[in-house]
């Protein structure tokens, strides 16, 4: 029979109670090192204002969490900010915080606290002041922030042009700078305001009140405009030192200097091309109305008037020597001289109304002349500026087009007003002795030619010429044939482009096709001056209808039918000398019902 030996079991059981105290210490352990007892950094309080961050600096014993109670006080994570941030133990943490002007106010001092969560404990470690927002000086200053306006610095509002275009709409713009949105307390009613936001201002002189835009003034006027911050302008601004009104006197600089307005007085001739009688008593404009020899005249009198409208009523007349002259290709041009003797044409200046006359022709063959009126102001910047840049008067107001290209590969150039001046255009006009049109002008003529055949062999007798003003004379119902220049228009253009051509006379022809219907019932176009040996009139392109060569009393012509004439897409002629390819006209033919 076995015994019971108490001493070995006394001993095992120790041994199974060592190995329980073991096993309950490693389950014990944790990430923190076996720590179980956070500690939490001493309380740090500390300044930050709106739009900066700050970097906070710690020790941490056990992992934590950190976490703002602030909508305006965030942890930075990259490209973010956030309320919550974590990390693990260690010592000399950092942490970026982000502080914003959400919520900012007047009145009083924010304060976020940063409160540490370790284990199951927390504790407020940070405490971070916002300090209150504070007012600051309202400042009102140009566009590049050079110039501060106020009492003792005026705002001179910016002159805009006569015409209701946006280039001619100049704007004074202004920024007002706060800290707080900026408003208008009162303005004068001659001058429009325009607010862009954020501070930006638009000035412009509205005509539209009664006030004239013409002329300038300053500021003995009294005139003023006063910005004013929200608060003040809500009745509510705090007591504080700070500017939060701006009062800015104001002047006005007149009518943009480059802006001018020509208008005639009476029975006065307007714009360019007059002619004026050789002892200067008659100023008239001759205007075609059609090629057939035939014009229509309008006289003005002895006098030409104009009103100027110009910054402050004060101008500069500038009168300037004129040449016309034409080109083998028939195109007129001018060329033109300040520097030469004007005295023939007689200026007299009442108020804002300008008199023209001039003196009688003398022994020379003719002269002409372009008078050209500037505001007082634009003509000294001029003087000043433009002559100094280009070296002249004429080089800075002319410049120069191509009217011919010669066989020899020379050009024929004519002198034009540049664009820029084009307003400043009053009148234009040639003086000469009345007289039958030159040789080297030329004329074209138009007939309706019917010719009766009686079946035998052509007779002379049986044909009929009736010029266009013979064909309107007899007052046919619905009937009117014309011959009219077009040079320049829209059309006339078009039709020089066509043909890879330009720089010469375009006319058109207005004929009815039921009187163009055969070869013994035609449209003639007759080239009555200004012809070489080597040129002709001929097709240039022509559908629809059928063109032949042929000449009338020694002058060349080109004849025009078809049995339905209006269907024709083009019919297109030109004068000139076709082998070279130098033209003289071009000629565009309608035919109508």
């Not at 208008?263 to 075609?288: K, M």
């Not at 007289?435 to 044909?463: H, K």
């Not at 219907?517 to 200004?530: D, F």
Request: glycine share 10%; net charge negative; aromatic share 10%.
């Amino acid at each position: 029979m076995k015994t019971l030996n108490l001493k070995r079991m006394n001993w095992i059981m120790a041994l199974a109670m060592m190995l329980g105290v073991m096993f309950v210490s490693c389950s014990d352990d944790n990430d923190n090192g076996g720590v179980d007892t956070p500690v939490f950094p001493a309380l740090q309080e500390m300044n930050c204002a709106a739009g900066e961050s700050i970097e906070l600096s710690f020790d941490a014993n056990m992992d934590w969490q950190l976490s703002s109670n602030a909508a305006w006080c965030k942890f930075v994570n990259g490209e973010f900010t956030e309320t919550l941030t974590s990390g693990k133990a260690g010592d000399g943490q950092k942490v970026q915080v982000a502080v914003s002007a959400d919520g900012q106010n007047y009145d009083e001092d924010a304060v976020a606290e940063i409160t540490m969560t370790m284990g199951e404990k927390s504790q407020v470690v940070f405490k971070i002041t916002r300090a209150k927002k504070e007012y600051v000086d309202l400042t009102v200053t140009n566009e590049d922030g050079t110039i501060t306006y106020g009492e003792s610095q005026p705002l001179t509002i910016k002159g805009s042009g006569l015409r209701d275009i946006p280039s001619d709409s100049i704007f004074t713009v202004v920024y007002a700078n706060a800290d707080m949105t900026v408003g208008i307390e009162s303005v004068p009613e001659w001058l429009k305001v325009f607010n862009d936001g954020n501070g930006r201002f638009r000035l412009i002189f509205d005509k539209t009140k009664g006030v004239s835009n013409l002329n300038s003034f300053g500021t003995e006027k009294g005139e003023k405009i006063v910005f004013a911050t929200e608060d003040v302008l809500g009745g509510n601004a705090q007591t504080t030192d700070k500017v939060r009104r701006v009062e800015i006197p104001l002047a006005y600089e007149g009518l943009k200097m480059e802006s001018i307005s020509l208008t005639p007085v009476g029975n006065s001739g307007t714009g360019v091309g007059l002619s004026v009688n050789a002892d200067g008593t008659e100023f008239f404009l001759e205007t075609s109305d059609g090629l057939s020899g035939e014009t229509s005249r309008e006289e003005y009198g002895s006098e030409l008037k104009t009103a100027v409208s110009v910054r402050n009523s004060e101008y500069h007349v500038l009168v300037v020597g004129q040449t016309k002259a034409t080109a083998p290709n028939m195109a007129e041009y001018y060329t033109y001289d300040t520097g030469g003797n004007m005295d023939w044409v007689r200026l007299s200046e009442n108020g804002d109304e300008i008199s023209l006359t001039v003196d009688a022709l003398g022994e020379e063959a003719a002269r002409g002349a372009l008078v050209m009126v500037f505001s007082k102001d634009f003509w000294t910047s001029i003087e000043t500026d433009s002559v100094a840049k280009y070296g002249d008067l004429k080089t800075a107001l002319f410049g120069q087009e191509v009217v011919a290209s010669l066989d020899n590969g020379d050009q024929i150039m004519g002198d034009i007003v540049k664009f820029e001046y084009s307003d400043n255009v009053w009148t234009s006009f040639d003086q000469a002795k009345e007289g039958e049109a030159s040789e080297d002008q030329l004329i074209l003529g138009g007939y309706y030619y019917s010719y009766f055949d009686d079946g035998g062999e052509f007779n002379p007798e049986n044909e009929m010429w009736m010029t266009f003003a013979d064909v309107n004379g007899m007052g046919m119902e619905g009937v009117n044939v014309s011959i009219t220049d077009i040079t320049g228009t829209p059309e006339a253009d078009a039709a020089l482009n066509g043909m890879g051509i330009s720089g010469i006379p375009v006319y058109k022809v207005s004929y009815p096709e039921s009187y163009a219907t055969t070869a013994n019932n035609a449209l003639v176009v007759e080239v009555q001056s200004r012809m070489e040996a080597t040129d002709n009139i001929g097709p240039a392109w022509v559908n629809g209808v059928t063109a032949g060569t042929l000449t009338h009393e020694g002058k060349p012509c080109v004849k025009i039918y078809g049995t339905n004439a209006s269907a024709a897409t083009a019919c297109h002629l030109a004068v000139g000398n076709f082998d070279m390819m130098q033209f003289k006209a071009y000629i565009i033919v309608e035919f109508y019902k």
